[in-house]
């Protein structure tokens, strides 16, 4: 038995689970951020319509075309404006929780979430704009 225990090596690992791990964590995260940023594209760019009649029309401000476009298409404006970036936001934070677990808590990590911060802060402007 002491013969054979002298003779074992230690075995070698060429690919470690954790790098799959990781790779994976990321490329879900890229995607979501992706995703998050379609779903933002169209309150954006309603937000950008309403400024530009307020820019372009007399006597208007963008407050009172966002309550008129509000009054005319109510559910159209709760789900653009309410459902969607809180969604954005609840899918956002998970994967910042996700990428966190996996990378740690270390500087080199949060440069790789600043597009999940980024799809997360347009979320609440939207979302501030719509409260007002």
Known sequence: MEERLTQMTKPEV?????QDMLAEAIAKAKDKSVLSWWWLVVPLYT????LMKTAFMPHTTFFSNFSEMESKQK??????FL?????IMLINLLSIRKLCSVFGYNS??????WPNVLMILLSVLVFLIYSL
């Open 47 to 50: 937000i950008a319509a309403l």
């Open 83 to 87: 459902v969607m970036p809180l969604a």
């Open 14 to 18: 060429t690919r470690l689970k954790h």
């Open 75 to 80: 559910y159209t404006s709760m789900l653009f």
């Open 108 to 113: 080199s990590s949060l440069y790789k979430l």
